[in-house]
Structure formats: structure tokens, C-alpha cells
């Protein structure tokens, strides 16, 4: 047994030794449930009592295993799944319904087999075999060829009780030898397709990610802010494509160890409660309109059909945000937004950290600093500006006058200083690691027990050789009661002018010598709401991960229900959770610092995170810490490359620390503060410090112009559970070779939805790298066109399957080379909407300034694309049966336009567009399509296409003396027409957007 259980226990700690534990051997009785799609199966144990285990199907194509070796019925025991908070059978009422299936149990002598069906096909086969027992599953969507997909190892599940109450417990499966891997949620970051690592998952304020093992973000035993143990094995060496998913759905400390002990077995460890996993295989029967489309998408559609969907976030969420720890008064709040206006730097969010609290008061403002805050907002409005405020869970205990505390005394929301076992001198001792070493603090206070409030402090770092922070308590989070009081304590805030919450401090970050790794101590009694119909206290140690679940989940429905914020759409971007929370907030990745190996992580953290449903998720953008101490501001090649790669990521803000720290961050002060501060005078390399503002201005503004893009897939992950930006193997099925001799490229390259191919450096230039140069991968499959930003004319096509060696995205400030910073790429046949620029979402509509849409047509036998439009803020937008949504305020009040294309006749295009719900009118009547042509098709003047119509009537063709005058000409045209524009070699046609059916027939020469 472990000599103090309730501790943090490092990976390789967990599973040292492990095979000496004891194990379940012989299934000795099964009994069936038929109407739930339960198998109980009986074991007995060494000491001559009997346990259970538990398989129930929830899905076609999934079913979860229960287990405790403690002897009681796991069937009175079925958590809510944190599914929408649902219980278990209302859920499972609700998927069959949507999703009927069902499953034929034989008991034979030695075994169960439980055939599964759908709509009477077989999908799936699951053995459970009874001497030994095991568990072996066979995909049969096709008779003729069945064959295995996974199996438990023998012996497959083993246990051991920790010396007081529980057991910790590992299930052990059979690794297929070529079997690549990916997600696993925040700590998915180092590489995608990975094998052979171990991992922890246990929510941990654990800033630049090297506190337990002093190594850094690279090492993927760190725990981390965010806890998803979720991940899906592909290419395991299967007659056909046919991947595979694993959730270990558990609240305390989850240990993962993928075949680093053993190559051909993985292990998924629990330290506290039951062992509960989730299965899930992924079969041909895929969604048409998902480009070249793997099982792995059906594998994480099938994870959010059970654990939710998002939410419909604002479309400002996905524009540029601005945050600094150091944002000190309102003067520094309107001087960063005037210099973003001056520079034409587009920007939506600004983000104000604690300073804008009285004496660390949660829920309050500092009048002196923010004088008229009402006045401050609604200022910041008109700029185009929505702010948020860091909102942490203590509520501060120095100031008795102080409202929210109080409230929170009077009605006994508080967590109780109630210890479980208080007379042991093991829980007194509070356990923290610092670079490495692992600290214990004991405490000797005289609240240590007290049935009082329980007092914890957050610490915000020195300033001015002064430690700032402040003592406090924090709501009991479990109890709804509480929850819906914490809700409402945002009101103050939003009546003076917020208009979204910055979660902060969520594990709660506890200072070191308060609590345990910087959260509760780990014997604190907190209440328990894992399963909702079960509430009770239980030490924090074994429900670690939920608090922050509950913290979100109050907050989200709290601003639902704010008197002034009816109909409207809660934005909350968070710092570390537990499973589902992606159904009420964004994520942020914790505090980072200025390094090149936080960039290297960045898109395979952001693709992870996005296959558990955190559609909208990202990191510090530039890094929040310095590298070094004596480092003022970030490498500038970093922060342009960081923000170019930002562009093309879910959620995109720079933030850092400016308190004694970082001197600055903004793109601009990359020029000014050098003018201020140097006469100018710029360090070496100078022509990096140069390209600071026109690369990251350009590529904010890029942000801009693709914003429909990012908001189509947004909307669209509300309704499959589909992420923002993908993997490569979601959408290029056909391509083998990323399993293997490609695999690397599955780490740096990645689709926004799933036809843009993005393709950033992520390490600086150098004589290594020719300066700034860096293979592309093409995926096998499909035909790609260069991404030219609209702003040149495509290239020719290249042939799928092809590494593009040695392309060049050298920094430089010229205008003309600054689209090459990043490479991108096009699918054949894909469509790709553009907007104008703005400064901000809405800034043309609310200056009464047309903002039409682009559609962009590749050459290519076929394309497709769904656009979303609405108007980005109301909850009445969002799909009322996207899976179970609880919102009544979810109306569809939304149009949805289906765009096809594809060749009638060798020279003839057919373009369709066609409202598939038609719910909202947009602000503008009109639209343009932009068609690309081959340099093969090209002629002078309108030589490309011969005529078009709309819907049978012909379309004028506008014939001026200049391109430009030509542009003009179109933009003012009242009826539909087009023009033949030589110098990004297309046709753009402008279509009134009058009908529900529209049918665009080109004509080619």
C-alpha cells in the first residue's frame, strides 16, 4: 500500500510495481439486464469477499466498464456522467431515441457475447471472456470481414487497497504494435500520434509547466490546469480503417501509461473511487458533408453525443483579444485600445486582471483606479471594445463590511475547515512541488479543523518587494444552492458594463502553505456532486477535478439568468477544468512563458483539446512569463510567429505580465517603446524588431477576413462536436503514410475545419533550417492550390501525397512577403468564405457600412461547404435539439446555406445554393462568389468563362478599362452581374441574395 494515500503520487510511482497487485481472475456469475443493456459479472477476491463489475452499452458503437473491488451493487451507483446534467437513464432514454441500437446477449459456459446492432446491421461484437476473464471487442459491419479491434490483457484489471478505505486500480489492454495515438486533452501537447509516454491527469496550478519535474512543457508526466483524459488509438494494423477511443471518466487522480512500461500493453489507472472508462469505435457510417472524413471523427462525434456539445459562443469570441497582468488603471485600459485603433490593429476583447478589484474583492471594482466604471465601459463600447475581469473563487475575509462575504457567512455557502481523520499528523503536512522537489508545509494553525470556514489564500505574486494577494474562503461549490449564489454575484459587474468572465485561479490555487499542490488540503471535506442524486462530503483528494467543474458551471448559468442579459450568449474563458465543461466555457492552457517549446506545443495542445468537445481553446498567445528573469519583453521572431499561427487557432490573445516583469507585449511597442525609451535605436536582429508590427498586424487582420470561416466551424461543432481546427488524419482517411513515415507532420500542420491547411514554423530561423525554411506535407487523397490570402492569383494544382521541401517563410517587413510567414494550403474544390477587414466583429454593420460575404471557389470536380448566419450574440440562434440542449432560449433563429459545386459537362459548372434553414435575415442582400481559375485556363479579359446565368437568367458581365474601375463598377451594381479580374486571375460575381435556391451556371472556354 502506499504509506499515505492521500497524496499526489507521481506516474511512474503509480504503476511501480503494479503486477504484484492483486487481480480479478474468474467471472464466477453474470446477470443480464436487457432493458438497460447491462452485464453484472461476479468475482471473487483473496480475501474471500466478492466484488462486481459492470458493462452497460450507451452507444452502437460504445459501452463503459465499471468497477470496485469494495463488495456493493455498482448498479445503484451510476454517476451523472456530467453529461448535461442528466442522470444516467434519462441519458440513456435520450440517445436511444436519437441513436436506437440494440444488443443480443448469449451466455455460453465460458463467456458472454453481446452482438450489437443498429437498424438491425451488426456493428460491433464484445466477448467477455470468463477463465480468465477479459473483454475482447470485433468490428462486424461486415460480415465477410470481421475482425478484432481491441482486447484487455491478461490478467487485464488489477487492484490495491490503499490502507484505509480504498483501492487504486489499473486496467490493463493489449497495445496493437503499430497503434498511433492522440488527444489526451491539455497534456496531448508534445506530439500528435504519440506512444510510449505516461501521463497524469490531476488539475494543478502548474505555471510554465515544470513545477514536479523541472523539464518543462515538453514532458508529458507534468500535471496540468485541465483534466480530459480522452484519446484515440488509429492504425493499429486493421484490415480497414477502424479507430478507437478510451475516457477514463474519474474526478480524482487519472494515470495513464501508454506502453512506456510494456510495448504491447497500456495502462489506465485510478487512485480513488471506481474504475469507470468509456469505449468507443469508430465505423464507415460517417456524415457526407465532412470532407474525406476517418472513423476517428466518428469516434469523437460519439465521445460529445455522450458528454455534450458546446455552446454557441459570440462571435467576437473568435476575434483578437488583449490582455496584461499590470493593466493598473483605467488610463493603461483606453491608452492599449486607442493604440490598437491607431494602428489598425484589429481588436475585440480586452481582458483586466485583479488589479481591477478592491483590495482583492472578488466581484468588486477599485473606483480610485477605475473611476465611473459604467462611464469606462460604455466608452470602451463604442470603440468596438468587450471587456472582461479575472474572477477567482476566494471570496476575501479581510474586509467584514465586504457584501459577497457576508452573504456568503450569513447563509453558510462556505466550505467548512472540516478534516477527514484530523488527528493524523500525515494530513497537517501539505504537499507542493517547486522546479522539481517536492515540498512539504505543515500546518499548525488554529483553524486546522475548526467545523468553520475554511481559510485558504491566493497569492498573485510579489510587486514592489509586497506579496499580493489575500486570505479567504470559497464556496462549496457542490451544492446548488451555492451554485446559483455564486451566479448571481456577477450582477454588479454587468450592470456596470462586462460582457464576459475570465475564470481564473479554478483549482482553486491555493497558496503552498494553505492547502495541498496548491488547491484544498487534500482530507478537506467538500461536498461531493459526481453523481447528482448521491450528494454528500467527501475529501478533496477523490473528487479533485470537480471543483472546477462546478465553479464554470455556476458561472455559465448564472450569467443565463442576470437581470439586463436576457436572450444574450455567455462567453466564459476558463483556466483548467474537468470533462464537459466544455458545454459552458473556452479554455485557455494556464500560464505559460516565452519559450519556443510553448509554441512547439501550441497546435497539438489546441487539436487534443478540440477532440474532447474544447472547440474554442489556446494559449497564451506570445507567452504570459518571461523566459528568464531578466528577460523584459518576448523574442520578437517569437511573438510574430506565435501570432501568426495564433490567426489560424480557436482562441487568439496575447497576454502577459507586466507587473516588474515583461516591460511590454503588444505588437505596437515593438517599435514604440524603442522610440521612447533608445532614440529608436533597435537591438539586433533589427529586422525582426521591424517586422513586429506589419507581420502581426497582418495577420490579425487575416484573422478578420477568415472570421466566417472560424465561426462556420464553431456553429457547426455545436451540432457534430467537431473542433475548430483538426488533425490532419480526421480528414484524409486515404493518406496511410500519416500513420507512419508522415506521422511528424501531424505535430506542426493542421486543417481550420477541413479544407485550409495550415503550415507554420515553430522554430526561429536559423543556418539549420536555411533560414527559415521547413518541409510541407500534403495529404494523399486530394489535390491542393497554395492559400495566396486573396491577395495573388493560385498557383497550379499539386498532386496529393507530396512533401514540399524546403518552403521558405522567412520574416520580413516587406508587404509583399509577409503572407509567406505562413504557408497555407487549399483543398481542390474547396470553398473558403472571406469578409471585409474590421477593427472589430459588427464595425462595419454598426457604422452602416455594407459587409458582404466572399465564397471563394477552387477548381476541383466537386466542393462543399455550410455556412452559418445569425446574429452573433443571441442564444436564440443555437440549434434546440443540438443533442439535448437545455437552453429554452435556443429557437434556430439562424440560416444555414449549403453551397455545392461540381461539373454538369466538361466545361460546365454547376454552383448551388440553397438555405437549408432559413430562420434569419442577414444585414446584407447580397453576396460574392469568387471563382479561381488554373493558370491553365487563363486568357485576357473574360476569356476564362464564356457566360454565366442565375437560376436560367443571364448574368451581365461588367467590361471597364481598369480592373480597379471594373471592382468598383460591381460593388455599386444593383442587379446581378460579374467581372473577369486579371490580376488575382478569377471571376467574381455579385448575387442578390432574393431567393432560398440559387443556381450559378459557369460556362468555361
Known amino acids: 500500500m502506499f504509506k499515505n494515500p492521500y497524496r499526489f503520487i507521481k506516474v511512474e510511482e503509480f504503476f511501480n510495481d503494479y503486477q504484484s497487485w492483486e487481480c480479478l481472475h474468474d467471472v464466477i456469475s453474470c446477470a443480464l439486464d436487457n432493458q438497460q443493456k447491462i452485464a453484472k459479472l461476479e468475482f471473487n477476491k483473496s480475501d474471500g469477499e466478492s466484488c462486481s463489475l459492470l458493462i452497460q452499452f450507451v452507444l452502437k458503437n460504445s459501452f463503459r466498464v465499471k468497477f470496485n473491488p469494495h463488495n456493493y451493487d455498482l448498479t445503484q451507483h451510476t454517476e451523472a456522467l456530467l453529461v448535461r446534467d442528466w442522470n444516467n437513464a434519462d441519458l440513456r432514454l435520450a440517445l436511444e431515441e436519437e441513436n436506437p441500437f440494440e444488443v443480443n446477449f448469449t451466455q455460453l459456459e465460458n463467456s458472454l457475447i453481446a452482438d450489437v446492432l443498429s ?474 512563458s516565452s519559450t519556443w517549446d510553448f509554441l512547439r506545443i501550441s497546435i497539438v495542445q489546441t487539436l487534443s483539446l478540440g477532440l474532447t468537445g474544447m472547440s474554442v481553446n489556446g494559449q497564451d498567445i506570445g507567452g504570459f512569463e518571461s523566459a528568464t528573469d531578466d528577460e523584459h519583453w518576448a523574442d520578437p521572431e517569437l511573438l510574430i510567429r506565435w501570432t501568426a499561427v495564433g490567426a489560424f487557432l480557436p482562441w487568439f490573445r496575447n497576454h502577459y505580465i507586466r507587473k516588474g516583469k515583461k516591460y511590454f507585449q503588444e505588437p505596437f511597442m515593438y517599435f514604440e517603446w524603442f522610440n521612447n525609451n533608445s532614440n529608436g535605436i533597435l537591438p539586433e536582429p533589427a529586422q525582426h524588431y521591424q517586422s513586429v508590427l506589419p507581420a502581426c498586424r497582418y495577420y490579425i487582420q487575416l484573422r478578420y477576413r477568415l472570421l466566417q470561416l472560424f465561426y462556420d466551424a464553431m456553429f457547426e461543432g455545436t451540432v457534430n462536436g467537431l473542433p475548430i481546427c483538426r488533425s490532419m488524419f480526421l480528414h484524409a482517411n486515404q493518406d496511410s503514410t500519416l500513420y507512419a513515415a508522415n506521422i511528424k507532420f501531424l505535430s506542426s500542420q493542421f486543417f481550420v475545419r477541413s479544407d485550409l491547411l495550415v503550415a507554420p514554423l515553430l522554430e526561429p530561423q536559423s543556418y539549420d533550417n536555411g533560414n527559415g525554411k521547413r518541409d510541407v506535407y500534403l495529404p494523399y487523397g486530394a489535390d491542393w492550390y497554395s492559400f495566396t490570402y486573396n491577395e495573388r492569383p493560385i498557383g497550379k494544382k499539386i498532386e496529393g501525397g507530396l512533401i514540399i521541401r524546403d518552403v521558405t517563410t522567412t520574416i520580413s517587413s516587406d508587404q509583399d512577403s509577409l503572407r509567406l510567414i505562413v504557408p497555407a494550403y487549399v483543398r481542390a474544390g474547396a470553398i473558403i468564405p472571406f469578409l471585409p477587414v474590421e477593427q472589430y466583429v459588427g464595425e462595419l454593420i454598426s457604422k452602416n457600412i455594407e459587409c458582404p460575404i466572399t465564397l471563394e471557389v477552387y477548381p476541383g470536380a466537386v466542393g462543399s461547404y455550410t455556412m452559418y448566419l445569425d446574429d452573433g450574440v443571441s442564444r436564440s440562434s443555437a440549434m434546440p435539439s443540438a443533442h439535448f440542449s437545455s437552453d429554452p432560449e435556443a429557437l434556430g433563429m439562424y440560416r444555414s446555406v449549403l453551397i455545392t459545386h461540381r461539373f454538369e459537362a466538361p466545361k460546365v459548372r454547376l454552383i448551388d445554393i440553397i438555405r437549408t434553414h432559413d430562420n434569419y435575415t442577414p444585414a446584407v442582400n447580397y453576396f460574392f462568389v469568387r471563382i479561381l481559375h488554373e493558370p491553365s485556363e487563363s486568357g485576357d479579359n473574360s476569356d476564362c468563362v464564356t457566360s454565366l446565368s442565375l437560376n436560367g437568367n443571364g448574368i451581365r458581365l461588367i467590361e471597364n478599362s481598369s480592373v480597379e474601375e471594373a471592382r468598383t463598377s460591381l460593388s455599386k451594381s444593383s442587379v446581378d452581374s460579374y467581372i473577369y479580374d486579371s490580376n488575382l486571375r478569377c471571376t467574381l460575381v455579385k448575387i442578390h441574395d432574393i431567393s432560398s435556391k440559387l443556381f450559378l451556371l459557369v460556362n468555361y472556354v
Open 119 to 592: 437498424l438491425s446491421a451488426p456493428v460491433m461484437r464484445v466477448v467477455i471472456g470468463f477463465t480468465p476473464f477479459s473483454i475482447r471487442v470485433i468490428n462486424t459491419e461486415d460480415p465477410t470481414e470481421e475482425f478484432d479491434v481491441w482486447q484487455t490483457s491478461a490478467p487485464g484489471i488489477y487492484y490495491k487497497f490503499d490502507g484505509f478505505n480504498d483501492y487504486s486500480i489499473i486496467q490493463s489492454v493489449k497495445k496493437p504494435p503499430l497503434a498511433r495515438y492522440a488527444g489526451f486533452g491539455e497534456q496531448g501537447g508534445q506530439a500528435f500520434g504519440r506512444g510510449n509516454v505516461q501521463l497524469t491527469y490531476f488539475n494543478y496550478d502548474n505555471m510554465r509547466y515544470r513545477q514536479v519535474y523541472n523539464r518543462g512543457p515538453l514532458d508529458p508526466r507534468e500535471p496540468m490546469y485541465h483534466s480530459d483524459p480522452f484519446f484515440i488509438e488509429f492504425n493499429a494494423d486493421r484490415p480497414r480503417d477502424c479507430s478507437i477511443g478510451m475516457y477514463i471518466d474519474n474526478a480524482s487522480q487519472v494515470c495513464i501509461d501508454m506502453g512506456y512500461l510494456h510495448s504491447h500493453r497500456y495502462l489506465l489507472g485510478t487512485r480513488f473511487g471506481d474504475l469507470e472508462y468509456y469505449f468507443f469505435m469508430g465505423g464507415s457510417s460517417l456524415d457526407t458533408n465532412v470532407s474525406c472524413s476517418s472513423s476517428s471523427v466518428e469516434v469523437a462525434k460519439s465521445f460529445t453525443t455522450i458528454f455534450g456539445r458546446p455552446n454557441l459562443k459570440p462571435r467576437y469570441a473568435l476575434g483578437y483579444h488583449q490582455g496584461c497582468y499590470g493593466y493598473e488603471n483605467r488610463a493603461d485600459l483606453e491608452w492599449v485600445v486607442n493604440k490598437h485603433r491607431d494602428y489598425q490593429i484589429p481588436l475585440d476583447g480586452l481582458h483586466i486582471d485583479v488589479d481591477f478589484q478592491k483590495n482583492y474583492q472578488t466581484f468588486t471594482i477599485d473606483t480610485e483606479r477605475f473611476p465611473d466604471p459604467k462611464g469606462m465601459f460604455a466608452y470602451l463600447r463604442t470603440l468596438g471594445i468587450k471587456c472582461s475581469t479575472n474572477i477567482t473563487p476566494i471570496i476575501s475575509n479581510l474586509d467584514l463590511s465586504y457584501t459577497t462575504y457576508i452573504e456568503g457567512i450569513d447563509n453558510n455557502y462556505f466550505v467548512k475547515d472540516v478534516r477527514y481523520d484530523p488527528n493524523n499528523s500525515f494530513h497537517r503536512s501539505y504537499q507542493d512541488f517547486d522546479a522539481g522537489t517536492e515540498l512539504s508545509r505543515y500546518y499548525d494553525g488554529s483553524d486546522y479543523n475548526s467545523g468553520n470556514p475554511f481559510i485558504g489564500e491566493v497569492y498573485y505574486g510579489d510587486y514592489n518587494a509586497k506579496p499580493l494577494g489575500t486570505t479567504g474562503h470559497y464556496p462549496d461549490l457542490g451544492r446548488s444552492e451555492v451554485r446559483e449564489w455564486w451566479g448571481k454575484q456577477y450582477q454588479y459587474l454587468f450592470d456596470m458594463g462586462l460582457e464576459f468572465v475570465w475564470q481564473d485561479m479554478t483549482t482553486p490555487a491555493i497558496r503552498p502553505t494553505r492547502g495541498d499542490m496548491r488547491g484544498f488540503p487534500f482530507t478537506l471535506m467538500v461536498t461531493d456532486n459526481f453523481d447528482d442524486n448521491n450528494i454528500k462530503l467527501n475529501q478533496a483528494i477523490r473528487i479533485w477535478n470537480l471543483y472546477s467543474y462546478n465553479l464554470h458551471r455556476a458561472t455559465f448559468d448564472g450569467l443565463n439568468n442576470l437581470s439586463g442579459r436576457e436572450g444574450k450568449r455567455n462567453f466564459i474563458i476558463g483556466r483548467g477544468s474537468f470533462s464537459g465543461s466544455h458545454r459552458y466555457t473556452a479554455l485557455w492552457t494556464g500560464d505559460n
